[in-house]
């Protein structure tokens, strides 16, 4: 079946402006989210869904970061007036929310401020 | 200090090796530990995952929990070049936030 998807998935922003990331999960999955891969860096987490309610969003940076998914399915992740610093790639990953299970991870959005 | 070190290489040995990659940690609750490939320009993807301490193998690879030294491996047996790819090691606390918490990754590259 497919798996997680993200668009777009190369970014390029002037500094200042805002960007859009959208995640498409597997079909059924309940848990959602959406973590920072600097260069050369592992990811760090940002904040997970579980269905359309946000259950911890402790890793965002700062308040330009804004995350939602308003039906339970389809989250958009958005960054208000970029700068430098926010240049990475943005995962995406979905799991069925139950017990341990996997989180299987889209090819991510690479986002360049300029 | 970050919760999670990883030494990020890179490592570079030849083909029918056996690697091994290694992770601490300083957050005594972690309990679930997992270690993801992750090829170049690709989203990482879960190799194995151990519940506490213990060991547990799948095929070539094997992964050890060491709690009590807050350690953890992976080991790649008969390495191939297909193994070439950055290795992270990540762990979650059980219940509570289902976030994982990364290492910095491993680079590994297997020669022919």
């Known amino acids: 079946g497919a798996g997680v998807s993200q668009s777009p998935r190369y970014k390029v922003a002037k500094r200042g402006q805002d960007v859009a990331l959208r995640c498409d999960p597997i079909?059924?999955?309940?848990?959602l989210f959406w973590y920072q891969q600097a260069l050369g860096q592992g990811p760090e987490f940002l904040t997970y869904f579980q269905n359309e309610a946000q259950l911890d969003k402790s890793g965002l940076p700062s308040d330009r970061f804004f995350a939602e998914r308003p039906e339970g399915s389809v989250s958009t992740l958005k960054i208000q007036r970029t700068q430098q610093e926010d240049s990475a790639v943005y995962l995406c990953?979905?799991?069925?929310?139950?017990?341990?299970?996997?989180?299987?991870f889209g090819p991510g959005t690479r986002l360049t401020v300029l | 200090q970050k919760e999670v070190e990883q030494d990020p290489g890179p490592l570079s040995v030849p083909e029918g090796a056996i690697v091994s990659l290694n992770c601490t940690y300083s957050n005594s609750a972690f309990q679930y530990f997992m270690w993801y490939r992750q090829y170049s320009r690709k989203g990482p993807e879960l190799l194995m995952y151990?519940?506490?301490?213990g060991n547990k193998e799948d095929g070539r690879f094997t992964a050890q929990v060491d709690k009590s030294s807050k350690y953890i491996s992976l080991f790649i047996r008969d390495s191939q070049p297909s193994d070439s790819a950055t290795y992270l090691c990540a762990m979650r606390i059980e219940g509570g936030s289902e976030k994982l918490v990364f290492g910095k990754g491993t680079k590994l590259t297997v020669n022919p």
């Open positions: 079909s059924g999955h309940v848990s």
């Open positions: 990953a979905s799991s069925t929310g139950q017990g341990l299970d996997t989180q299987y």
């Open positions: 151990t519940y506490s301490s």
